[in-house]
């Protein structure tokens, strides 16, 4: 945080989760640039959500629903950059999942494009949480050892 109280890019994405964590939906969605623009590709079972009102919505039926996310830790990163108005944040997470009385861990990668609102904080521009698939083109991991 600077003497005027910004946080940093990456720290922003840090208060994001702790907001996540503890189901703090205005928190949630005030880190979100206030727009129909804003484009978020959520890891679950749609594609993508475009538009603050959406996005906004997601989050609070999210917040009501039956689970809860303990911890979010990144193990790869996060990597950020910030350039004038914009940043990106980046890495791969494991989120510790409650749903009932089961506890388990899922990896994600997330990326995050950040833009600066009036005030000079950092809001979500563009999010995307998603894990890989197993074998998307039917022939293997094409990397070779």
């Known amino acids: 945080m600077n003497e005027q109280g910004i946080h ?3 720290a922003s994405i840090g208060e994001f989760y702790k907001a996540v964590i ?3 939906v205005e928190r949630i969605v005030a880190s979100y640039t206030n727009s129909p ?3 978020v590709f959520v890891e679950g079972p749609r594609y993508s959500t475009l538009g603050i ?6 989050w609070r039926d999210f917040c009501a ?3 809860a996310l303990e911890s979010i830790t990144w193990t790869e990163g996060p990597w950020s950059e910030e350039h004038g ?3 990106w944040v980046a890495g791969i997470l494991v989120l510790r999942v409650k749903v009932k009385e089961r506890v388990f861990e899922q990896t994600f990668r997330a990326s995050f494009v950040l833009r600066k609102n009036a005030a000079g904080a950092w809001q979500i521009r563009q999010e995307h949480v998603s894990a890989p698939l197993e074998d998307p083109y039917g022939i293997g991991d094409w990397l070779k050892q």
């Open 8 to 10: 940093s890019a990456e």
């Open 22 to 24: 503890a189901k703090d």
């Open 37 to 39: 623009d804003t484009y």
């Open 53 to 58: 009102e959406r996005i906004a919505k997601g």
């Open 65 to 67: 629903a039956p689970m």
């Open 85 to 87: 108005d914009m940043a």
